[in-house]
Structure formats: C-alpha cells, structure tokens
C-alpha cells in the first residue's frame, strides 16, 4: 500500500522568470508580474485556499511590491522571503528554512515553484519540501528533473497540476 503525500497547503512562488515577465516596466523599475500569472495565482489563492509565500533572490533595488501591487496580487502573499533584506540567497539552506518557517506547515506540504532547477527544485527537495520547475521550454540539455519533481511550462498551469496532487 502506498501513501500519497498530502496536497500541499501552502506554495513558496519564486518571482524572476517564474511570474514576472521578461521586460522591465520602468515606471516602477521591475519586471512586471505575467498577467496569466497573476491570474493562476489568483485562482489558487481564492478558489483552493492555498497560502502563498513570495521566495525570491533579490537585488537592492528589487523590493517585487510595486510590480505585485500593480498586478492587483500583492494581498495573496502572506509572507515574503526576500534575499537581500534577509541577507541570505537561495541556494543557502538557511533561505529554505526560513521558508517551511513562514509556511507554517510540515515541508511535504509545501510546494516550491521556481525557474531555476537548482534552488527552486533541487534545494527544495533535499530540505523536504515538494517542486515544480517552471519553464516554458522543458529541460535544458544536460539537466535532468530530480525523482518527486514536477515541471510545468508556466505558471498558469498549477491549479490543474493542483488538483492532481
């Protein structure tokens, strides 16, 4: 017999190539948040009582407020784990710990989604948590997805993964 980890109660959203599109919006000095993004998010956070974390690495500059304000998505996240104001970056084992500590929820029920396969997959992964790659072109040559991990080309495709879960 063979358990089914529970679905993931809280998501840990990475921002960069994740949610953001790739050009900068300069009247507020960021990329801005992908509207089907916002969309998807939406929908997890208002239809399937997901808790989201913003996890993301940072620059000083980068506060991701103004974009997700300007997105209308800004009181979805109840929590934002930002690098440089914490003053520690994802890969450091110390960014994932504070992230199960803000989820609030044991790290199986945790879902990490990110761009980048090492510190949005594969760190997840070692710290427990559950992840999913965002990339619209799949794999690059050379890597492969870790045992337990999910890939999906964009974020508007979660709440269906979701509900697989």
């Known amino acids: 017999m063979t358990c089914n980890p529970p679905a993931p109660t809280c998501l840990a959203i990475d921002y960069g190539s994740t949610i953001s599109t790739?050009?900068?919006d300069h009247l507020i000095g960021q990329k801005a948040v992908d509207p089907d993004?916002?969309?998807a998010l939406r929908t997890l956070h208002d239809?399937?009582?997901q808790r989201?974390?913003?996890a993301s690495n940072t620059q000083p500059h980068e506060t991701r407020w103004p974009a997700l304000q300007k997105a209308g998505i800004d009181d979805l996240f109840s929590v934002a784990l930002l690098s440089y104001p914490l003053?520690?970056?994802k890969p450091?084992?110390?960014f994932y710990r504070l992230v199960l500590a803000a989820a609030g929820a044991p790290p199986e029920q945790v879902l990490f989604v990110g761009d980048n396969l090492q510190a949005d997959v594969v760190a997840p992964l070692i710290h427990g948590m559950r992840a999913v790659l965002v990339r619209?072109?799949?794999l690059r040559q050379g890597e492969t997805l870790p045992d337990g991990a999910l890939l999906?080309?964009?974020v508007r495709d979660l709440p269906a993964l979701l509900e697989t879960m």
């Open 22 to 24: 790739r050009s900068i």
């Open 37 to 39: 993004a916002a969309a």
């Open 47 to 49: 239809d399937h009582g």
């Open 52 to 54: 989201i974390i913003l």
């Open 87 to 89: 003053g520690v970056r």
């Open 92 to 94: 450091d084992p110390v």
């Open 136 to 138: 619209p072109q799949g």
């Open 152 to 154: 999906i080309e964009h």
